[in-house]
């Protein structure tokens, strides 16, 4: 079996050196094994372990979700209601966020459409920005 460096494991997971240490820290990451100079030694399974850490983190999954789907992979023959609820609730999360964006466009797109590009002291970006109460969605 092949051992890798932290920096070909970096390398190979896409995964930065600082944060395969930060994995290693919150028990994301099981702590490698160490070889004679001390230099941590890493298997394929860390690799492929750091590579689902990382599609998970750019999903947007919170470390928490993500230590929970990591349990429910270390034990595949349960059934996966669980990872089901955890991307649901993501689903949800993520719904939310367009929302908001949303109304944020609309509101920025207003402030534009607004401006007269004449003078500060007649600027509805301006004015906008210090009266919220000016805003067309309260929430953005």
Not at 5 to 18: D, F, L, N
Not at 30 to 55: C, K, M, T
């Amino acid at each position: 079996m092949r051992r890798i460096t932290i920096g070909e494991a970096s390398r190979q997971s896409g995964v930065k050196v600082p944060t395969i240490r930060y994995y290693e820290g919150i028990g994301l990451l099981n702590v490698p094994s160490r070889s004679e100079g001390n230099q941590r030694s890493y298997e394929r399974a860390d690799i492929r372990r750091l590579a689902f850490i990382r599609h998970a983190r750019e999903l947007g999954f919170e470390v928490d979700a993500i230590r929970t789907l990591l349990t429910l992979q270390d034990d595949p023959n349960q059934p996966c209601a669980s990872a089901d609820a955890i991307a649901k609730a993501r689903l949800v999360d993520v719904e939310q966020r367009i929302r908001s964006l949303t109304a944020l466009k609309v509101e920025l797109e207003a402030m534009v459409a607004g401006c007269g590009h004449g003078r500060v002291d007649e600027c509805r970006v301006i004015e906008v920005l210090a009266d919220h109460g000016q805003c067309e969605h309260s929430r953005h």
